[in-house]
T-cell receptor, first 111, second 115 residues
């Protein structure tokens, strides 16, 4: 199974600013997935990031708000842009290397 | 959207008691994943079930996928305080390796185990 290093683990940000979340995997993977977990809710897929191509976004999520980079097969970033309190959530990255493995999550609070 | 119902929403049990959490899908599953999440943290993989009728166990936790591959249960025997947390089921309705591969999650079950 893969080991995913995700950072930051938590942050408190001012509204209107942006935060970039990083995920580093210890092996090469084709697809990386970004999820959001709003307070008291389940996980919702934001987008799927493939190396060398544009990320594929789920309904309700747009690139301007959640730009994603995937510069190589072991790394990806998710940026939460122009944040509002409604963006306060846990953000998780995930990869499939036999089963779906998740990073430790980024707990974001927007004030 | 994929309907994945998880029940109960919360569970409070005394240490030593057995408990069961259920996960029901409206669609046939290629795979059903169980995870444990501690408050505000990432997901810890517990088990993956892919075949109808499959049953897997790890320590005191057993998970089953029914024959029709639309319902799974997670059973904890002789619960301990270390079992406390949020249990999430994740459904794969497309199959790993598909360009649409991803998981749909239930709302989770908050488990509290008191001594």
């Amino acid at each position: 199974s893969a080991v995913i290093s995700q950072k930051p683990s938590r942050d408190i940000c001012q509204r209107g600013t942006s935060l970039t979340i990083q995920c580093q995997v210890d092996s090469q993977v084709t697809m990386m997935f970004w999820y959001r977990q709003q307070p008291g809710q389940s996980l919702t897929l934001i987008a799927t990031a493939n190396q060398g191509s544009e990320a594929t976004y789920e309904s309700g999520f747009v690139i301007d708000k959640f730009p994603i980079s995937r510069p190589n097969l072991t790394f990806s970033t998710l940026t939460v842009s122009n944040m509002s309190p409604e963006d306060s959530s846990i953000y998780l990255c995930s990869v499939d290397t036999g089963y779906y493995t998740f990073g430790s999550g980024t707990r974001l609070t927007v004030v | 959207s994929q309907e994945l119902e998880q029940s109960p929403q919360s569970l409070i049990v005394q240490e030593g008691k057995n408990l069961t959490i259920n996960c029901t899908s409206s669609k046939t599953l290629y795979g059903l994943y169980w995870y444990k999440q501690k408050y505000g943290e990432g997901l810890i993989f517990l088990m993956m079930l892919q075949k109808g009728g499959e049953e897997k166990s790890h320590e005191k936790i057993t998970a089953k996928l029914d024959e029709k591959k639309q319902q799974s249960s997670l059973h904890i025997t002789a619960s301990q305080p270390s079992h406390a947390g949020i249990y999430l089921c994740g459904a794969d309705i497309w199959g790993r390796g598909s360009t649409l591969g991803r998981l749909y999650f239930g709302r989770g079950t908050q488990l509290t185990v008191w001594p």
